[in-house]
C-alpha cells in the first residue's frame, strides 16, 4: 500500500536549521511530485511548497521562500524539507503528501520551536 | 491568493442526520483544462488529514458513499448524507488551482 513514512520529531532553537525527511513506498516515486504542509498547534493547514516529479522544479509559498529548500532523493525514494532561521511561531506538525493532489499523506513531523 | 472560506466553522449534528459545509473561493476555480481542482479533507482528532474528495465531486477510494461534494466556479459544498460517530474532526477544502495552492480555515465536525 502507499505509504509516506517522516522522520521522528525534533526539538530546535530559535535561529537553527531542521531537516524532514519524507519516505515514499508502495508507488514509483519517481511518478510523483512532493508536497509539503504544515499545521501549528490547535490551527489549520497551511501550504510550504512542492517539488515536481520529473525535474526537480521546486515551487514555494512566498511566505516561506529563501528560507526553505525541499529536496528529492529517487534512489532511496526520500524526499527532504529543510527550513533555516526557525523561529518559535515555526513550530508546527510538519506533513510531507503525494503529489499536488495531496492524495496520500504522512504520519506528521513535529518540529518544536523554543529557547 | 485565493481565499478560501469554510461555514459554518463548527457543526453538531445529531447521529444519523445530514451535514452540509459550504466552502467559497475568493476567485474561480476553474483551470484552463477544463478541471476544477477543489478537494475536500477529513482530519480526525490525533490523525493526519486524509483526502475524500477531488475535483468538486470524485470520492477517493474507500471513502464510504455518504460523502458527496458538489459546486462550481467557486461555490462548493461537502455534504454527510447520514453522520456517524467516526466522521468527527475538522473538515478543510482546498484549491488546487492557482499556486500558492490554500486551504479553507476548516469545520469542526461534533456530534450532538
Known amino acids: 500500500q502507499i505509504q509516506l513514512v517522516q522522520s521522528g520529531a525534533e526539538m530546535k532553537k530559535p535561529g537553527a536549521s531542521v531537516r524532514v525527511s519524507c519516505k515514499g513506498s508502495?508507488?514509483?516515486?519517481?511518478?510523483?511530485?512532493i508536497s509539503w504542509v504544515r499545521q501549528a498547534p490547535g490551527q489549520g493547514l497551511e501550504w510550504i511548497g512542492w517539488?515536481?516529479?520529473?525535474?526537480?522544479?521546486?515551487y514555494y509559498s512566498q511566505k516561506f521562500q529563501g528560507r526553505v529548500t525541499m529536496t528529492t532523493d529517487a534512489f532511496t525514494t526520500t524526499a527532504y524539507m529543510e527550513v533555516r532561521s526557525l523561529r518559535s511561531d515555526d513550530t508546527a506538525v510538519y506533513y510531507c503528501?503525494?503529489?499536488?493532489?495531496?492524495?496520500?499523506w504522512g504520519q506528521g513531523t513535529l518540529v518544536t520551536v523554543s529557547s | 491568493d485565493v481565499v478560501m472560506t469554510q461555514s459554518p466553522l463548527s457543526l453538531s449534528v445529531t447521529l444519523g442526520q445530514p451535514a452540509s459545509i459550504s466552502c467559497r473561493s475568493s476567485?474561480?476555480?476553474?483551470?484552463?483544462?477544463?478541471?476544477?481542482?477543489l478537494s475536500w479533507f477529513q482530519q480526525r482528532p490525533g490523525q493526519s488529514p486524509r483526502r475524500l474528495i477531488y475535483?468538486?465531486?470524485h470520492r477517493d477510494s474507500r471513502v464510504p458513499d455518504r460523502f458527496s461534494g458538489s459546486g462550481s466556479g467557486s461555490d462548493f459544498t461537502l455534504k454527510i448524507s447520514r453522520v456517524e460517530a467516526e466522521d468527527v474532526g475538522v473538515y478543510y477544502c482546498?484549491?488546487?488551482?492557482?499556486?500558492?495552492?490554500?486551504f479553507g480555515q476548516g469545520t469542526k465536525l461534533e456530534i450532538k
Open positions: 503528501a503525494r503529489g499536488v493532489a495531496v492524495d496520500h
Open positions: 482546498m484549491q488546487g488551482t492557482q499556486w500558492p495552492y490554500t
Open positions: 508502495g508507488y514509483t516515486f519517481s511518478n510523483y511530485a
Open positions: 517539488i515536481s516529479d520529473s525535474n526537480s522544479n521546486t
Open positions: 476567485q474561480s476555480l476553474l483551470y484552463s483544462d477544463g478541471n476544477t481542482y
Open positions: 475535483e468538486v465531486s
